[in-house]
């Protein structure tokens, strides 16, 4: 059974850092993309970083320059600086699995204070 587990979320005042780990197990198969998403309250949920499985990565506008997605075979990170109130969010670890199949983490509460 496929299964992601984050790591890293808590409060942290604007302009501060936080780093995320989600670790991948339960599977033999390789895992391509991976990423990280986010939803605000209230809103719907938001691609903010990918990571493919040979290093490319992409990042939502409002992150370049302050987010740095990276990966370790089956974990992968979500470095967060200059933190905003804006980011408040719970944050959602994804995983494209071949062949069998896309999963996702049970997300962790990131909370910038101003």
């Known amino acids: 059974q496929v299964q992601l587990v984050e790591s890293g979320g808590g409060l942290v005042q604007a302009g501060g850092s936080l780093r995320l780990s989600c670790a991948v197990s339960g599977t033999a198969f390789s895992i391509n993309n991976m990423g990280w998403y986010r939803q605000p309250p209230g809103k719907q949920r938001e691609l903010v970083a990918g990571?493919?499985?040979?290093?490319n990565t992409n990042y939502a506008d409002s992150v370049k320059g302050r987010f740095t997605i990276s990966r370790d075979k089956n974990t992968a990170y979500l470095q967060m600086n200059s933190l905003k109130p804006e980011d408040t969010a719970v944050y959602y670890c994804?995983?494209?699995?071949?062949?069998?199949?896309?999963?996702w983490g049970q997300g962790t509460q990131v909370t910038v204070s101003s």
């Open positions: 994804n995983a494209n699995v071949a062949p069998v199949g896309m999963y």
């Open positions: 990571v493919t499985s040979g290093g």
